[in-house]
């Protein structure tokens, strides 16, 4: 949108220019040009009637290609634009024979209805120059003359004589102030009564010279009843040498006055309250240079109001900051963009101060007029978030010794199944996590294993995973079912004050059998790593743990092929945030099948595959089992001569027992019989110290025969209950004997297995 | 290490019942005889010893038993054993004559009337 002000103000310097008796062909080309400016034209052309009335001489223009002036077109309206290839023109009359003015425009629609009236006025003016020009002998009357073409114009315009006194004014004039003035009155008595004095002294200052006159003053306005700001421009007028009076114009340019006073109010103000804010301020103009400081800066920095004016404050910008600092306020400044930046500004005591500085693009009307800023002293605050950053290092380092002593440092060894595990603490600057494993042997003798993802990090996220570990142990005992493990665990998790949530993934192992039965609630599946292939255990999901009460848990089971491991994992090592979680887990599949039959390089091998170097970003909790194949016709041990060893002695014959056929009466009488004979040697034993005896159990041909060897000597009787002992494996065996041998007594015992023996 | 045991205690009619689950033997019987004692107040007439619930016993768990019925008699006190049938505990029990020391029942209320 083209400014009607800005038009009329072109307009009326040309009549000015016209009526000061500019030479005629230099106001074509004038005019010309500012008409290709005010309706912003691609070209504009003045083509003037031939003589012989059967052309159009191109007489001026602006915008034009070589050779378009001075060349004849013929009389064909329009003709020119089609040959400049315009999309849109406009055109007007000048004078009553004299040719036209043309405005072209590659754009569509360009000219609006507006634009159509000031080429009309252009065209007036120009219309009446020629007249006067071609018959400047016959127009004395230059006056009437000028009156013709006045009142042809929007703009507000005077005449006056030598003397000063108005002797015209045209209708513009009259319209914009009621039409009151006529000849014979000083123009100033439509001047606001404080702005009269002024503009008279102007006047007659200028008149005394015979000089130009300018003066912006509020003149009556008749449509609203008040004043509104003009610039008037008077130029002295010369008819044949001889001084006659002055033209003038008066321009409408009362909004750019009353905002620029706004402005300046506003700015008064703003400063007067800035000075008294605690805060830092400042101000700039569009080039960025400031122009003002409130004192809260200048309480700051000790400086004076006028060290810190256009661009020297950047002085006291500490060295490191300044280049940074000052390379984007400058990009900002050209963007006219909001800017922020941290630095160090040199405090009055001398030292470096950090701080935060703010600027705003200040914006009056429609007009960027500089920037305003507020900065504040953020000295303690960026001193603390080093000390800040220090504590936080520490709760890091507390929460992963927390993490590591609360998981177990080596599994326990548990008899007929291989174990490896391990943990990754998430890389530095990412809080320890609340990953843990763990296993257990059920008194059923199953194994229980458990690997858990609490929701958070830090030592809370630690403690919590302590706790539900604990939890685990717990119900994992008393419970069977891994599905009524999770539920009641959640049911503590829900009534705790503390609620948590994690993900855990629950499973019981039976070693002889190879069936797993396990519970996943919310947590990525188990994968089996069978000869012939990997493979995710699917089935058995829920909720996590801590998400929802009641909540549904299930369980799936399935049995492992012989010589499958198992892998239990956090979702540390499979989730990525640019993959997903299909591939990831498709990778751990391959990487784990590839992997070695031992459990520790299996660990290892997907940690290297899957998780590449480096620490991972989030912790992860590994856990790999492997049931062992079952001797079922000899084990041979080798115990510390202590009584806990017979637990453990147990154990391994349980094992053994059972993979034999035996009976559970067989099973506990054989097992009774040979740790007796062991709680024998434990007691015979020379002190506690590396002592150790042998146990040997062969099973053939449906019978057993164990032998217990000590290095200590055979005591037959000792005490009622030792005595009891050998009562027990003599009733039980089918045949004892014992040796006496260099430094030591052997038990040589056999029994029939799957008979029906007799009491 | 000692072996797994636990006993869980309760007043019934005038005598103390302690169940006997886990296992018990030589790593860990003076600790479960101890522990039995202790648990008799002297206006309890009998311990009431159940091992329905008990997965193993030897030779050093036998002489408990009768160490704790010894003691107990001195103060005039009972200790009785309660033991299902099908127990695999069963042929040791009797092998080793317990029933000298302490009467055998078949469930806790038999041992309790």
């Known amino acids: 949108m083209r400014d009607r002000a800005s038009q009329q103000a072109a307009l009326a310097e040309l009549g000015r220019q016209a009526l000061s008796g500019a030479e005629f062909n230099a106001l074509l080309h004038d005019a010309a040009k500012v008409a290709a400016r005010e309706l912003e034209a691609d070209q504009v052309a003045v083509l003037e009637r031939t003589h012989d009335g059967e052309g159009m001489l191109a007489r001026t223009g602006s915008g034009l290609p070589d050779g378009v002036v001075g060349g004849v077109l013929p009389v064909d309206a329009g003709r020119l634009g089609r040959d400049l290839g315009a999309a849109s023109s406009i055109s007007a009359e000048v004078g009553s024979r004299f040719g036209v003015i043309e405005a072209h425009s590659g754009e569509q629609d360009h000219f609006t209805a507006e634009d159509a009236e000031f080429l009309e006025g252009v065209a007036g003016v120009l219309g009446a120059a020629g007249e006067r020009a071609g018959h400047e002998d016959l127009m004395r009357d230059s006056e009437a003359q000028f009156r013709e073409l006045a009142d042809t114009t929007p703009a507000l315009m005077w005449m006056t004589d030598a003397e000063g006194d108005v002797t015209f004014v045209n209708e513009g004039w009259r319209r914009f102030t009621g039409g009151t003035e006529t000849a014979g009155v000083t123009f100033a008595s439509s001047a606001h009564p404080d702005d009269r004095e002024a503009t008279v002294r102007l006047w007659t200052e200028a008149m005394s010279r015979r000089e130009e006159f300018r003066c912006e003053y509020r003149l009556r306005h008749a449509a609203s009843g008040g004043y509104r700001w003009v610039l008037e421009l008077g130029t002295p007028r010369y008819s044949g040498g001889e001084f006659v009076g002055y033209v003038g114009t008066a321009t409408d340019i009362h909004e750019r006055r009353t905002m620029e006073e706004a402005l300046r109010a506003s700015e008064t103000i703003w400063r007067e309250l800035a000075d008294t804010a605690p805060a830092m301020m400042w101000t700039t103009d569009t080039d960025g240079a400031i122009t003002f400081v409130n004192q809260g800066w200048l309480r700051f920095t000790g400086t004076t109001f006028q060290e810190e004016m256009g661009e020297s404050w950047a002085l006291g910008v500490h060295p490191e900051d300044a280049e940074p600092m000052l390379a984007s306020w400058e990009e900002a400044l050209k963007a006219r963009r909001e800017w922020e930046g941290e630095y160090r500004l040199k405090h009055n005591t001398g030292e470096y101060r950090w701080i935060h500085d703010r600027g705003v693009p200040r914006i009056v009307g429609d007009r960027f007029v500089g920037y305003v800023g507020t900065a504040i002293d953020i000295h303690e605050r960026k001193t603390m978030e080093g000390r800040l950053l220090e504590v936080y290092e520490r709760e890091h380092r507390i929460a992963e010794t927390l993490q590591r002593s609360l998981l177990p440092e080596r599994l326990p060894p548990i008899e007929g199944v291989a174990l490896a595990a391990r943990y990754l603490p998430g890389a530095r600057g990412a809080a320890i996590g609340g990953d843990w494993y763990d296993v257990l042997e059920r008194p059923d003798g199953r194994v229980a294993l458990v690997v858990g993802d609490v929701a958070g990090h830090g030592l809370r996220a630690a403690a919590s995973m302590g706790q539900l570990r604990n939890a685990f142990r717990a119900y994992g005992m008393v419970e069977a079912s891994p599905a009524e493990v999770v539920a009641r665990i959640n049911r503590l998790v829900m009534s705790g004050v503390d609620q948590v949530m994690a993900t855990v993934l629950y499973l019981v192992l039976d070693r002889e059998t190879g069936e797993v039965a396990w519970s996943a609630a919310g947590h990525p599946p188990p994968l089996v790593i069978a000869p012939d292939g990997a493979r995710f255990l699917e089935g058995g999901r829920s909720v996590p743990i801590g998400a929802a009460d009641p909540a549904v848990f299930r369980e799936a089971t399935a049995i492992l092929p012989p010589g499958s491991s198992l892998l239990l994992y956090t979702d540390g090592l499979v989730e990525r945030r640019d993959e997903p979680l299909e591939e990831r887990l498709n990778e751990l599949a391959e990487a784990a099948a590839a992997a070695g039959d031992e459990l520790g390089e299996l660990c290892e091998h997907v940690i290297a595959k899957v998780l590449g170097p480096g620490d991972p970003r989030d912790d992860v909790a590994i856990l790999a089992v492997k049931p062992l194949p079952v001797a079922d016709t000899e084990i041979s041990l080798t115990l510390p001569a202590e009584p806990g060893s017979l637990a453990q002695l147990r154990r391994r014959l349980a094992r053994f027992l059972h993979a034999t056929g035996a009976t559970e009466l067989e099973q506990y009488e054989i097992t009774l019989t040979i740790c007796e004979a062991a709680g024998n040697a434990i007691e015979h034993a020379y002190g506690p110290g590396d002592a150790t005896y042998e146990v040997d159990v062969n099973f053939e041909g449906g019978e057993l025969t164990a032998v217990v060897r000590d290095t200590g000597s055979w005591r037959d009787k000792r005490g009622e209950h030792r005595g009891r002992g050998l009562a027990i494996i003599k009733d039980l065996m089918d045949d004892v004997a014992v040796e006496r041998e260099d430094g030591g007594t052997l038990v040589r015992m056999r029994r029939r297995v799957g008979e029906d023996r007799a009491a | ?113």
């Open chain 2, 1 to 113: 290490m000692t072996a797994p045991a636990e006993i869980v205690l309760d007043r019934r009619d005038g005598s103390v019942v302690a169940r006997l689950s886990g296992e018990v033997d030589m790593s860990n019987a003076t600790y479960v005889r101890d522990q039995l004692l202790a648990s008799m107040p002297n206006e309890a007439l009998a311990l009431v010893l159940d091992i329905t619930g008990t997965r193993y016993l030897d030779s050093a768990a036998i002489e408990v038993l009768f160490d704790v019925s010894r003691r107990l008699a001195r103060r005039r006190q009972e200790l009785r054993l309660v033991m299902p049938a099908e127990s695999p505990l069963r042929r040791v029990i009797e092998l080793t004559e317990v029933h000298t020391a302490a009467p055998v029942f078949g469930s806790l209320e038999e041992a309790l009337s």
